[in-house]
């Protein structure tokens, strides 16, 4: 009975990261309507994506820090409600600066809680059962992809983005209740300090993570924060489809998040590896070869089954590589938030400034130093470690 008490526990962390990634990357598909509604350019509309992101990297190193000792059942049934008050207010927002404000509030939810649900797994399971529970957790991710941002994005064509801000908070709520309820109590096994978080950069398997996850997350960012105007201007695919869309590409990287758990568990080198690689062959050609609907829409469906497959390669990646990992994991959700916002500020910027096709090779560029920083490292240091 305990043990399954602990997989509801797994499953509420799950609910928690697939609503805050679901939030972070909504405006992606209400871009244009939420745009022409507050009067901005889809470029400058980019920074609902960008705020949360750059607010989510400070809190990623700084909340475990400042909370010290608190039992992190408290602090992540906080972090819910913060990110309820954030959703709430960006549906009742009547400017984008004032949008912009309740935006940051959902950043600095997601880096909080992002922050130590990576490092949970281990401690709700046996350690033979962590590969499956992080599959579970960093599931969260790819369903908010298949479920979350599509679905939000069809709401919002037949209704209006601010009642989709609106649900979202409603969920938040429902989600904060069901943390408290089935989470543990859970006093850090030893306080996170800012010393440590610099240390973990001294370890090789850490530094290499890190990087490797900004190149790729700021050039996944850089061109898929523009997915919409992509798919339409590129493949000749009409707006009202694109939802569809965006819940096959979801589909897609939930299949990658499994098969990706399975592989990780067995090689951490191999799968993290084939990320960088497979995303700059896919990224790169869409311009040539996207160009109709039907090769567009493969291309992304193959985009959407490696990204999808990230967040668990590299948490494993970490917990066997890390000295701490907990200050490693909020590092890394660090680096991860800051990512997303620096990707699609600079992909806004590149937008408005040249063309679409330029500004998903200044992205496959991104991935190509993914593949050297990898390509780089021996294979020993990751796979020859012990999940911690």
Request: charged share 10%.
């Amino acid at each position: 009975m305990e043990q399954q008490a602990r997989w509801w526990a797994v499953i509420a962390v799950m609910s928690g990261i697939f609503l805050l990634v679901t939030a972070e990357q909504l405006p992606i598909g209400l871009l244009s309507q939420v745009a022409l509604d507050l009067g901005v350019t889809e470029g400058t509309a980019g920074l609902m994506v960008t705020v949360p992101g750059v607010v989510a990297a400070l809190s990623a190193p700084l909340l475990p820090v400042a909370v010290g000792r608190l039992d992190r059942r408290v602090m992540l049934t906080g972090l819910m409600i913060i990110m309820t008050l954030g959703s709430v207010l960006s549906a009742m927002a009547e400017s984008f600066g004032l949008l912009l404000a309740a935006r940051a509030l959902i950043g600095m939810s997601i880096g909080g809680f992002w922050a130590i649900a990576g490092s949970i797994a281990p401690r709700l399971v046996p350690e033979e059962k962590v590969a499956r529970a992080m599959t579970i957790i960093f599931g969260g991710v790819t369903a908010a992809s298949v479920l979350g941002v599509p679905l939000g994005t069809l709401l919002g064509d037949i209704s209006s983005w601010r009642w989709v801000f609106g649900g979202l908070g409603a969920f938040s709520l429902l989600t904060a209740g069901l943390i408290w309820l089935w989470l543990p109590t859970l006093p850090p096994r030893e306080p996170v300090r800012l010393g440590m978080l610099f240390q973990q950069v001294f370890n090789r398997g850490v530094r290499v993570a890190v990087l490797t996850t900004a190149c790729v997350v700021v050039g996944h960012f850089v061109a898929y924060t523009f997915i919409s105007p992509i798919l339409q201007n590129i493949s000749g695919i009409e707006q009202r489809n694109v939802s569809t869309l965006l819940l096959l590409y979801g589909a897609a990287g939930l299949i990658g998040n499994v098969v990706a758990g399975m592989k990780a568990a067995r090689n951490p080198y191999a799968a993290v590896l084939a990320i960088p690689v497979l995303l700059l062959l896919v990224v790169a050609s869409f311009p040539l070869l996207g160009t109709r609907p039907v090769s567009g829409v493969l291309l992304l469906m193959v985009w959407g089954a490696i990204f999808g497959s990230i967040s668990v390669s590299i948490q494993t990646w970490i917990l066997r590589t890390a000295p701490n990992t907990e200050a490693a994991t909020a590092l890394m959700a660090f680096v991860f938030n800051m990512s997303i916002g620096l990707g699609a500020l600079i992909g806004g910027r590149v937008v408005d400034a040249t063309s679409l096709p330029t500004t998903m090779w200044a992205a496959a560029a991104l991935f190509l130093v993914g593949v050297v920083l990898v390509g780089r490292t021996p294979s020993r240091l990751v796979n020859g470690g012990r999940i911690r």
